[in-house]
């Protein structure tokens, strides 16, 4: 295994490559930053310039739990079913009342997006008995529910055209 895999803990890496010339502290320090600049490039550069598609979800009920945005590319799934068919999934903390989902490496298509404000943290959108949600929910387009039923793919769907795009997807609780 090499010793710079990804997910070492401080204490592995303190162990690892005893023969090198530089302190492991400054090894350990080098490695984390590199992975952190390779795999979320939005943190070393303004994420306004950063390419992909970024999500501002503002004026939440509180500030419990998170936000789980959900990304597809086809109907098949949507919205229900994110955990199996998303293409990618984005939870985000909340902070004050308001969240934001960012998705990088996103290639030009068509896309919806499904979002739900998780605030008990248990990965799904909790309903009552009727079956009428008990937590923020939204959708991409300005696409709402109707007759309890969530929207279709085509009633969210937008074009990326893979340059940036802010959206702003408000709640409904």
Excluded at 51 to 68: C, D, S
Excluded at 92 to 109: I, L, N, Q, S, Y
Excluded at 133 to 141: A, I, L, R, T, V
Aim: charge should be negative; hydrophobic fraction near 40%.
């Amino acid at each position: 295994m090499n010793h710079l895999t990804i997910g070492k803990s401080p204490a592995a890496c303190r162990r690892m490559n005893p023969g090198s010339p530089l302190p492991l502290r400054v090894l350990c320090l080098a490695w984390w930053v590199g992975s952190i600049i390779s795999n979320f490039p939005c943190l070393a550069f303004a994420q306004s310039t950063c390419e992909g598609i970024h999500l501002e979800i503002p004026n939440l009920r509180n500030n419990a739990g998170g936000v789980a945005c959900a990304l597809f590319s086809g109907p098949e799934g949507y919205p229900k079913k994110f955990m199996r068919y998303a293409d990618k999934i984005v939870i985000a903390k909340v902070k004050g009342r308001e969240a934001h989902c960012d998705f990088v490496g996103v290639e030009p298509g068509t896309y919806a997006i499904a979002v739900i404000h998780d605030e008990n943290l248990n990965g799904e959108l909790d309903t009552n008995f009727f079956g009428v949600p008990k937590e923020g929910y939204g959708f991409s387009g300005g696409a709402e529910v109707s007759m309890l039923s969530a929207p279709s793919f085509s009633e969210a769907e937008f074009s990326y055209d893979g340059e940036v795009l802010n959206l702003l997807i408000s709640l409904n609780y």
